[in-house]
């Protein structure tokens, strides 16, 4: 490959002049609109702070709403399944499922507010994992040199893909390279990295390993069943919880904080409080963050929320010396506390009420609405 003289910029497709046209006049955006069904198959690559994470993807959709998506990571298996007005999902590490009523689905609305991550938080409208493969240079990156021609083997055989690299400029926090299928300017591979201030650098990167467009799907291929057995839980959440602390009441501790004091957990008896077991090297657990940042400002000193750590304190506070985090950081340095409360996974949190019992036991990241739905049940 070579001849990086092209670029996309400001001005569009330049070699010398400035004007913008998309090579042979191909628009992904006309692409989708023809796009009535879909089945797809991909690999997510993450990586941050040395850790290396893979996510197989397969999932398959049919307009206006009606999606299915299963995701393998680290060995833990995830199904959903989305109809117009419900979702479901299972896990494949335990026996339940959840089913949860959903709105807004299939409607313009819905479709053009979720990006393509949104995937590990169903319900995804019909076009979140397409969306990435309909990417505009133009708007998502500011610029890209082209660098010539590349033949990626997928499962639907060889695909013959122009490469961009994108040209990094001060300010912009992602370079990355894609490939975009030569015939309809569709990605079908990506690689990068990103370098957000104040945040862990980290690569990324996406294979598309099969794509088939308009397939036939109907609404009869997107129905859940349940496996005979299996129990209803309340939320996707509580699917990943191996032995929930649910109706029990763990043991106090007295733990060292982050400002170098000390906390007795027994001094929050006649508060609800809101506990997560988090570490700076787990993506979800950064998510998380802003989210709990949000319940503190809402409920003040109403309710207590505590991050707990078992990594060494001078990682934490060199962490901490980055962020803004309102709520107390405990130091769990023996990890006694993680396994009074059988932490498995991460995050993991957890809703006590007023006389320390557990009411709520979550693992994985829940976001605001899960949250505060939580902790209005327990309060």
């Known amino acids: 490959m070579g001849g990086g003289s092209q670029c996309w910029g400001w001005g569009g497709w ?4 400035a004007w913008r046209v998309r090579p ?8 989708f609109s023809q796009v009535h069904d879909y089945e797809l198959s991909a690999e997510i690559a993450m990586g941050a702070q040395g850790v290396q994470m893979t996510v197989s993807l397969s999932c398959s959709a049919l307009r206006p709403g009606y999606c299915t998506a299963t995701t393998d990571f680290l060995g833990m298996n995830k199904h959903v399944v989305c109809s117009l007005d419900s979702m479901w999902t299972t896990s494949g590490t335990s026996d339940r499922y959840s ?18 991550l949104q995937m590990f938080q169903p319900p995804f ?30 499962a639907d055989g060889p695909v013959i893909c ?25 990605l079908r591979r990506t690689e990068g990295r990103m370098t957000k201030p104040g945040a862990p650098a980290g690569t990324f ?4 390993k099969s794509l088939k467009i308009n397939p036939g799907l109907q609404p009869g291929d997107f129905v859940f069943r349940p496996a005979p057995g299996s129990k209803r839980v309340s939320g996707p959440g509580k699917l990943m919880v191996a032995d929930s602390l649910e109706g029990e009441t763990p043991p106090d501790f007295t733990l060292r904080d982050s400002g170098g004091g000390t906390v007795a957990t027994g001094d929050w008896r006649g ?7 988090w570490a700076t090297w787990c993506q979800p657990c950064l998510k998380a963050i802003p989210d709990l940042e949000q319940l ?3 409920y003040g000193d109403e309710v207590v929320i505590v991050g707990v750590s078992s990594e060494q304190p001078a990682k934490i506070a060199k962490f901490l010396a980055e962020r803004e985090i309102g709520y107390p950081i405990l130091m769990d340095e023996k990890g006694e506390m993680a396994k009074a409360y059988r932490v498995s996974r991460l995050p993991a949190i957890y809703v006590l009420d007023r006389g320390g019992v557990v009411r709520e036991h979550f693992v994985g990241g829940q976001g605001l609405d899960v949250l505060e739905k939580a902790v209005e049940r327990v309060k």
Do not use: C, M, Q
């Open 99 to 116: 089913a949860e009523p959903r709105s807004g689905a299939g409607t313009a609305e819905h479709d053009s507010e979720s990006p393509f």
């Open 271 to 277: 508060k609800t409080v809101v506990i997560d077991f």
């Open 205 to 208: 990167g996406v294979t598309i």
């Open 24 to 31: 042979g006049n191909r628009s992904p955006r006309a692409w």
């Open 14 to 17: 330049e070699s010398g002049g």
């Open 296 to 298: 503190r400002r809402r």
């Open 162 to 186: 122009d490469v961009w690299d994108s040209i990094h400029e001060e300010g912009v926090d992602v370079e990355a390279r894609i490939w975009l299928d030569a015939t309809s300017n569709i």
């Open 125 to 154: 409208p019909f076009e979140s994992p397409l969306r990435l493969l309909t990417l505009d240079p133009d708007e998502d990156i500011d610029r890209f040199a082209y660098d010539g021609r590349d033949t990626l083997e997928t």
